[in-house]
């Protein structure tokens, strides 16, 4: 876990880098905003393959830093069918870094497009479909990075669309299924896991939590 959280502040060194090159008084002027919003997610493109997807929803909030630099905190479930013969449920808790790559104008511009990269938690349950007694779970720490864009509707409202690599480390688990039988497996050595996310979320932003510093 060590190394894991040394390898992601290494990758956001690039991003603080950028930001500080902004001018002081602009580079702080959006700092403290407070959004809410709602988000959807896919997910895809799972142990290398396109044949299961899963879809959910959740919950979000953001606090901006100043101009460049935002943060997201993020909650959500994610549904898999398996074959029609069993499920995958996965709920995410986690956290991004977001930098802008263009300046925000106050959130005027048309879009707002930025990279980001964070870290989530992560409890994953499989069952075949109808013998819950035979659920397995595993609990799982992750990484992701991607890009996206809001979508300004208004400077206090906007639709954004991301898609990020997530990559699991943690207990493998996953299902067998040949025809209509389905095999639950669950090994104590530790493996990595990744799959595709595409979210879909609103959001507003509520009011500002501090006030820039002159």
Request: with cysteine; aromatic share 12%; glycine share 10%.
């Amino acid at each position: 876990m060590k190394k894991h959280s040394i390898g992601f502040l290494l990758l956001c060194l690039p991003f603080l880098a950028h930001a500080q090159t902004s001018p002081r008084k602009g580079f702080l002027r959006q700092g403290g905003q407070f959004s809410l919003g709602v988000r959807s997610t896919l997910s895809t493109f799972s142990h290398g393959s396109w044949n299961e997807n899963g879809y959910g929803a959740g919950g979000q909030f953001r606090l901006q830093l100043n101009d460049r630099i935002n943060t997201e905190w993020f909650l959500d479930m994610i549904r898999t069918d398996i074959a029609r013969v069993a499920y995958r449920n996965d709920y995410h808790i986690g956290w991004s870094v977001m930098c802008y790559l263009i300046s925000t104008k106050d959130f005027k511009r048309p879009v707002t497009p930025y990279v980001q990269a964070g870290h989530c938690f992560d409890w994953t349950r499989i069952a075949p479909n109808g013998r819950r007694n035979e659920l397995q779970q595993r609990g799982s720490s992750a990484v992701q990075a991607g890009i996206g864009t809001h979508f300004n509707i208004t400077p206090r409202f906007d639709i954004s669309l991301s898609c990020q690599y997530m990559l699991h480390l943690g207990k493998e688990l996953h299902a067998h299924v040949e025809g209509n039988e389905v095999h639950i497996e669950k090994h104590n050595n530790a493996g990595w896991e990744g799959h595709l996310l595409i979210n879909v979320s609103a959001n507003y932003k509520l009011l500002k939590l501090w006030k820039p510093r002159n």
